[in-house]
């Protein structure tokens, strides 16, 4: 029998309530929403946020919807079962995600900590909910902060000429932590392309200009050099080709003439974790559909 | 029978197309979603787009679509008629709007310009769309530019003894023009509670100030005072107690110590027009719900 | 004698009281302030506003002082001569410009109003300061508005053959009128070199996009192809190269995969115009200093 | 003999040279420009960045100079005293700084970790100069993080009913490591009357709204039940009188009727430390002077 829903007591609501995220895409028709909420509401579930949006360029209808996990009488496993004669119909992508699970996560950094402190102090709060599972780095520098925190550190050197090694040592890490999401903050290094397509927008970097200005190497000197009034930063999933992934959150900071390349690097270093702690946030709780070179993301 | 869809020729996501906005609110509970979206697909209605709303605090359920109009088989009263078991069953207050009908407008102004050339710039373009009946002044100033816009202005002068007789004539006017919505764009004058009653959640104005903060007059005179380093501006929905209405969208500018309070009101402008623009944008589409003295906002 | 000073009453403040603004640059060295203040105390100069830059990259020296001109015994010309041994010793580029006499400005239009609508109501109100000679357009459509605000408008169509002409007429005109600077509110001929060089740092325009990410046509959709999440708008002098002359003023909007190219057209039409209009007032004031293809704008 | 300055070689731009600061203010008059920039000229003063404010509501002159400590011939208290007739002549407040000196600080906190957190690392990295003595606290809780990062903490609890020791003993640990600057981070007691006229200007607080609006107790609990757009928070100096000190700094972070007044508290942090390391940062570089109850911040 369905369980007993007792909204008074506002424990429906309680943030922290474990919830069935479903995120979906299919071609845009008649009957989508009335569907997939109509099965919902057959199973008893309660949805506590709802998103859709329908593209008209690519006549493609995307959707995410947030449901208490309590208010079903199944596993996700079993409420996937469910909805397959609707992803049928439909010929609809569709996830299933339980936050009860968190996603296991590695961080791959380099010597730059102002990203990785930000990420692990919202970590160790609870203000991003994700499993930390390892931190590696090319460099020994930021071993003591993280094993501070708890996080096992792995130093993996990366040799100029023969880096096939260390990011195969790399991808092994990975899969023994059994690692879903990989977050680039500000590690110095290009992926190699099968990492790329090992992890399909499942790496999010931060790159420290707001693309698609400034691609590539120093790009905080790229702009002093031009005399830009605005610096920022772009968090994107990562693909085969350079800083050209879909972008998934940018933001901007004001600067000028007064700034030296430097200042641009101090004011832009709190816009690059910014960006990508809400990248990272976006993406832990499935609001992130990629179509294309492109995403919607769902606020 | 139905309307032949054609998505890929396009037509149906001509953004000019007509559409019927449904907003509705309802105590929350399963099966709301469900139960509209399966009329509206019963009936063919093509959801271009959608939002949701579940507030923990009331336990109440907002919603917005928009439908294709064409896409449905009806006009706005008889898709009403098909809506009521559903208002009945879920004890719903629920509006439908035919975008296809301009709203009926009523601005009041006083002597500055830069709300009003904004407003008459957006209006006569086509980037907000409404039906602008009639502008009303308490001052004979901005006649001639009203005019060259082809809107007709009356001049309505108030007697600082004796308000009554100027606010019953603009109740006139707006009757006699059939106004559901009027415009303060810095209209200096209070008014009367009869008239915030006659028009619930259906007048708009903007305070020059980031409210709570400076409620009342020369806000940016108090601002100054205070040393504030942002100056900002709100648009609400006007209720009988002064500046204390349901506020619709609200913005800041920097300022510093250099700015003089009158730098504060030139730099303030630009921030009030552009707060009352967005605010009179959400009314206009129908993207503002009201809940006791606050709202929520679809954008 | 020199005139009698008295701050307690207040007028020296008076922001409409004329004033002479120095701007200068020079090698940097010791001794450049203590020359430039000690010759203006020397002379009673009140000053009210004062501001450096010292460019460690180049070693130049920036300077820009704002002085009461009743505060001083002398026309604008006398004063210039009495700084004559400065500019000399300190190898000095000094401009010297007496705010009594309004720069007297053209505008070039296109088809779109925005910018404009913005730029008339700012002049007719007095926010910006300038003497608006003559507006100029390649197309009749927006004739009745200018001339409603009182300003000559002539129709100068440019032949996609043959643009010559055309621009002979402009200047020809900006001659006649003894126009100084030129703004570009939208206008979407790509002036020819000549003109580019008789108006050098005078020709303000304002491209549709956050410079250098989209140069040339059509930028929005760029934008909406490449998938930001912000799009923006960039006020530049005009140079021989496309889209690439010094930066003055730039500023940015958040749009989301919601946001049609349509949408993102719209959205930064605001940015646009007020970019413009801060880049127009940072001109108009001296606050802007070019150095070599980057702007010190002294705000 | 003065110093052999070489500007070719770049050293007198290093920003990690250190400088003399001089901020001070004097009733507004002619001649104070040119006799503080003659003084300097004549002992060889390099001066790399000076900013003027004369206001015109009290007549007072502020000013900040940053001269190359090599540049000059003296140590910061010789140059002190070639000051003092110009400090006589024009009825000078001046204060001069040796940036080689860094500030001794002392940190209060309670539990919240989010502004302490981000002032480590800025204060570990450098981005931040500054002496930090001691973080007190009236919790254990924050006591591993601050030890790892090697600084002395020490539990003073606070006894609900008789405070008076607790703030005594705080007073003589900041005696005890020479402290001269307070930062409140999110430190959840008020100040003493006291120990605020001890430290007149001197003490930073971080309040969790946008100044003047929510004073108090539960600032985003106050911002969710008004219905506000915008949440924001503002750095400011410890008055006797509760929040309504003389404000440094603000900012704001835009939220909509999704967020829950603990999606407030959450978006709220971010803004809070944002806001506390800007004002912290504008204090430690001696750019904010007092007026009243004002500020002028040089940045």
Redesign the interface.
């Known amino acids: 029998s369905l369980p007993d829903?007792d909204?008074?007591s506002?424990h429906l609501?309680n943030?922290a309530a474990p919830r069935y995220i479903l995120s979906l895409s299919c071609p845009?028709?008649?009957?989508v929403?009335?569907?997939v909420?109509?099965l919902?509401?057959?199973m008893?579930?309660?949805?506590?946020?709802?998103?859709?949006?329908?593209?008209?360029?690519t006549?493609t209808f995307f959707m995410r919807q947030e449901v208490l996990a309590e208010?079903v009488p199944f596993g996700v496993d079993e409420l996937g079962d469910h909805f397959l004669p609707i992803v049928d119909e439909f010929d609809m992508t569709l996830n299933i995600r339980d936050t009860s699970e968190p996603e296991p996560v590695a961080v791959f950094v380099s010597k730059h900590?102002?990203c990785l402190?930000d990420l692990l102090?919202r970590w160790q709060?609870g203000?991003l909910s994700f499993d930390l599972k390892v931190v590696v780095s090319n460099h020994p520098d930021l071993r003591s902060?993280i094993e501070?925190y708890g996080v096992p550190f792995i130093h993996v050197p990366v040799d100029r000429e023969n880096k096939t090694p260390a990011f195969e040592q790399m991808t092994s890490i990975c899969d023994e932590h059994g690692v879903r999401t990989i977050v680039l903050a500000r590690y110095m290094q290009i992926l190699p392309p099968t990492m790329c397509r090992d992890y399909p927008n499942r790496v999010l970097n931060i790159h420290h200009s707001?693309?698609?200005?400034?691609v590539g190497a120093k790009p905080y000197h790229q702009a002093f050099d031009?005399?830009?009034?605005?610096v920022?930063a772009t968090c994107h999933y990562v693909t085969e080709e350079l800083d050209a992934g879909?972008?998934?959150?940018?933001?901007?900071v004001r600067v000028?003439?007064?700034d030296?390349a430097?200042d641009m690097v101090?004011l832009g270093k709190?816009v690059e974790r910014?960006v990508l702690m809400r990248g990272l946030r976006y993406h832990l709780e499935d609001r992130v559909l990629v179509q294309g070179?492109?995403?919607?993301?769902f606020?």
Chains 1, 2, 3, 4 share one sequence.
């Open positions: 829903l909204l008074t506002g609501m943030p845009d028709r008649v009957g929403v009335a569907a909420s109509g919902l509401a057959s008893n579930g309660w949805i506590v946020e709802a998103n859709h949006h329908a593209d008209p360029t006549g208010s900590v102002h402190v102090y709060t203000e902060l501070w707001f693309l698609p200005s400034f031009r005399g830009v009034k605005l920022g879909p972008i998934i959150e940018q933001d901007v000028d003439h007064a030296a430097a101090r709190d910014t070179n492109k995403t919607v993301v606020k």
